[in-house]
């Protein structure tokens, strides 16, 4: 079992904002990563250290956080956007990174 | 550029020893602020971590899987090999190598460059 939990499904219609979290008590220590996931590809980084954007990801990703809830929202979702979206982060003890279940993203 | 490639056999046995490599460029083995870790899917499946090296040779491991596994890193060879013993059907999957980046004044813990993984089937 994950010690991050993130809903398994989430839809959103185009151009339209949608929110996905992940909530784990390591995130209270740590901050999450998110990472896209499309069919047959390696995962890509799209947010680190809870807000951070590598370059060449688009603006309308952005993370935040509170408490033990992070999140990754996408303004203005495009149908490029559909994709299995993971966190992750350290462990409560520090010691081990672990994966949230992931959210697969509908684009409508 | 950071690239990283994994390499190793598609098909392995039940019981026996699956050697996988990763070889890297673009980075130091060596550099304090840099390390690889390997993360494993099964089919349709969430993403799994498996272990990590950092540069002064440090170790980290699945809590799950620490008994199975053995990472390693020869920095003349820019590779860094995992092994995981006793295979089983249930370890079916794709295996990634990444590139993972900390930064402990930050607090940032992140695998910022993944490779293309390589296909394990247990059979």
């Known amino acids: 079992s994950s010690e991050l939990t993130q809903d398994p499904a989430v839809s959103v219609a185009l151009g339209q904002t949608v929110r996905i979290t992940c909530q784990g008590d390591s995130l209270g220590r740590y901050y999450a990563n998110w990472y896209q996931q499309k069919p047959g590809q390696a995962p890509v980084l799209v947010i680190y250290g809870k807000i951070n954007r590598p370059s060449g990801i688009p603006d309308r990703f952005s993370g935040s956080s509170s408490g033990n809830k992070a999140s990754l929202t996408i303004t203005g979702a495009q149908a490029e956007d559909e994709a299995d979206y993971y966190c992750n982060s350290r462990d409560y003890s520090g010691n081990y990174l672990v994966f949230g279940g992931g959210t697969k993203l509908t684009v409508l | 550029q950071v690239t990283l490639k994994e390499s190793g056999p598609v098909l392995v046995k039940p019981t026996e020893t699956l050697t996988l490599t990763c070889t890297v460029s673009?980075?130091?083995?060596?550099?304090?602020?840099?390390?690889v870790s390997w993360i494993r899917q099964p089919p349709g499946k969430a993403l799994e971590w498996l272990a990590h090296?950092?540069?002064?040779?440090?170790?980290s491991y699945s809590a799950s899987l620490k008994s199975r596994l053995t990472i390693s890193k020869d920095t003349s060879k820019s590779q860094v090999v995992l092994t995981m013993t006793n295979m089983d059907p249930v370890d079916t999957g794709t295996y990634y190598c990444?590139?993972?980046?900390?930064?402990?004044?930050?607090?940032?813990?992140?695998?910022?460059?993944w490779g293309k993984g390589t296909s394990v089937t247990v059979s």
């Open positions: 090296i950092f540069a002064n040779d440090g170790k």
């Open positions: 673009g980075f130091s083995l060596t550099n304090g602020r840099e390390s």
């Open positions: 990444a590139h993972y980046v900390v930064d402990a004044i930050l607090g940032h813990y992140y695998m910022d460059v």
